[in-house]
């Protein structure tokens, strides 16, 4: 076999549980078909660099199901005792559209039977602990208008709430932090919040360098890519150093380089030829913020989310997505971020 065919195996054996059941699963001739957007002369190391990266940004159902059995006896967690802790705990299933946050109890519900002998519903939340699952945090915004609700109009006056996602961007977790410790105040109300996550992400805008997340370090010389430059209210900002991330991604400098011009520039492509998108919907990813995008790599079994760039997710006429996103419509918030 050929390294190209290698890498489209590689891929395609990496994502394989992508929405299964849903979708036709992932192959070697459909991931062709989706790189084939690319100029030629990048296509392979486009493909170098996605076998590498997705092999750590991917969340198969078995990395999610690991953490979250992992966490139904965490001593740190449960003090000791995960029978009592999660019999008197309550997990709230409060998400305000899409359906994430109920299928990740579901996937939850599994473990703690195995482990505890309970169910959701046998979680009564005498205890005054509540839990709050889902899949990531990107930019936090979803997560604090959830809770915030909550802590608003259901929460007790004391209250201890256990927030439990796969993938965590640092950034988000602060604006939702904030906000929610705003609402808490403002409510009246004491509630210690503890946080718990697989993997945690830099994406702050003060640690650029450092960040696991698509951040260019510099525009493409591209009229399409300057046009979309020029209209933004603020210069975007650039890395100024090479760097690989704190997760460390990325297999190079290079390689990361390669993502960052070639995601961007597809990008802004796709927004200029589907009117349909939303204006929070960038290049790099959905962002409410005027940049060039979010920029995550993050992508579980179950959804693409909308904060990755948008040559992942939408489908074009002659390139079919690397990940065709089931999609959300029931709420602004919902449209804009995770």
Not at 111 to 130: D, P
Not at 143 to 166: F, M, S, Y
Not at 192 to 220: F, G, H, M, Q
Request: aromatic share 8%; glycine share 8%.
């Amino acid at each position: 076999m050929t390294e190209r065919n290698d890498l489209l195996e590689s891929i395609a054996d990496t994502i394989a549980d992508y929405r299964a059941g849903e979708i036709p699963q992932r192959t070697p001739q459909g991931i062709e078909a989706w790189v084939g957007q690319f100029d030629a002369s990048v296509q392979l190391a486009i493909l170098r660099e996605m076998s590498h990266v997705l092999k750590q940004t991917y969340l198969p159902k078995s990395t999610v199901e690991g953490f979250l059995s992992e966490l139904v006896v965490l001593e740190k967690l449960t003090r000791g005792d995960p029978h009592a802790f999660w019999k008197s705990a309550k997990l709230l299933d409060i998400q305000g559209g899409g359906s994430s946050q109920t299928e990740m109890l579901q996937v939850f519900e599994t473990s703690l039977r195995e482990k505890c002998g309970l169910t959701l519903g046998q979680c009564s939340g005498s205890s005054g602990t509540f839990v709050y699952i889902d899949d990531g945090v990107f930019t936090g915004n979803r997560l604090r208008t959830d809770i915030g609700n909550w802590i608003r109009e259901d929460a007790p006056e004391k209250a201890e709430l256990n927030i439990i996602v796969i993938a965590l961007h640092k950034a988000g977790q602060y604006y939702a932090r904030t906000g929610l410790e705003k609402v808490a105040k403002d409510s009246g109300k004491s509630i210690k919040t503890n946080w718990w996550r697989c993997i945690a992400l830099e994406d702050r805008k003060t640690y650029t360098t450092k960040s696991d997340v698509l951040r260019p370090t510099e525009i493409p010389d591209v009229s399409l890519v300057q046009q979309y430059v020029e209209s933004l209210s603020y210069p975007p900002a650039l890395r100024t150093a090479a760097s690989i991330g704190e997760n460390k991604f990325f297999s190079s400098e290079e390689g990361r380089h390669i993502l960052e011009q070639e995601f961007l520039k597809a990008g802004v492509s796709i927004k200029s030829q589907n009117p349909n998108l939303n204006v929070y919907q960038r290049p790099l990813g959905n962002s409410v913020l005027e940049t060039l995008g979010f920029g995550s790599l993050i992508v579980t079994f179950r959804n693409c989310p909308n904060n990755c760039p948008l040559v992942l997710w939408v489908d074009q006429d002659d390139f079919p997505a690397l990940f065709p996103r089931r999609t959300n419509s029931d709420s602004l918030a919902d449209q804009v971020s995770f």
